[in-house]
């Protein structure tokens, strides 16, 4: 296990253990709103390894802690500890975020596709493909957190319609940009150190699938 491994190994731990902290607080102190909120950031910080394990992939390790520490920036300090209130930035930082971060995703999406069934998809199509992706999840989030507010009575959505339409404004520009340098990287335009060094760590990661 080298350094990267070992830091998302206790990013991941720590996280999960601060999580199980609260729901054994909550439980104690009868706060049945807070339990089920900490239970079900408990089941998100799963999904990535549900999806490895589902399609027999494993994301890069910096990948799983970008996702980790946004499901912590975002529902954590940004919902539990009220940065969304505090700061008028933080979820305009979150949502830029999710435009570079699912971008990524469908790249890697896209790779997978390409490895197993063998199509010869172009750079276009997968510049287009990661930024529908990201648009898609940007949209499914702000329904998670419309259905948030309604059920469980949360905040959100700050300002309701002004505040999504920022939000998808923002998402979508942010995986614009990305889809865009993506679309270069994969036609030699441009030379982007961080796409390469993720592309070789998907690779490492994922021999099975780049064999001939």
Not at 126 to 147: C, D, H, N
Not at 155 to 172: A, F, K, P, R, Y
């Amino acid at each position: 296990m080298d350094r990267v491994d070992k830091f998302a190994f206790w990013v991941s731990t720590i996280f999960r253990l601060m999580l199980i902290i609260g729901c054994i607080v909550a439980t104690f102190t009868g706060n049945w709103m807070h339990l089920g909120f900490f239970i079900y950031v408990l089941i998100v910080t799963f999904l990535p390894s549900i999806i490895e394990k589902t399609y027999r992939f494993e994301f890069p390790n910096e990948f799983e802690v970008l996702i980790m520490l946004y499901i912590y920036a975002s529902l954590m300090l940004g919902e539990y500890g009220e940065y969304f209130e505090i700061f008028w930035w933080w979820d305009l930082f979150l949502h830029t975020s999710l435009g570079i971060i699912f971008p990524a995703l469908g790249f890697i999406l896209v790779y997978v596709l390409n490895s197993e069934h063998q199509v010869n998809l172009s750079p276009f199509f997968i510049a287009l493909f990661s930024f529908s992706i990201a648009v898609s999840f940007g949209t499914i989030w702000e329904i998670f957190e419309y259905v948030m507010d309604v059920v469980f009575g949360l905040n959100m959505q700050t300002s309701g319609l002004v505040d999504t339409m920022w939000d998808l404004i923002v998402e979508t520009l942010s995986a614009l940009l990305m889809s865009t340098l993506g679309y270069l990287y994969l036609k030699k335009d441009i030379h982007i150190r961080l796409f390469e060094k993720a592309e070789r760590k998907f690779i490492e990661r994922n021999p099975r699938l780049f064999k001939k």
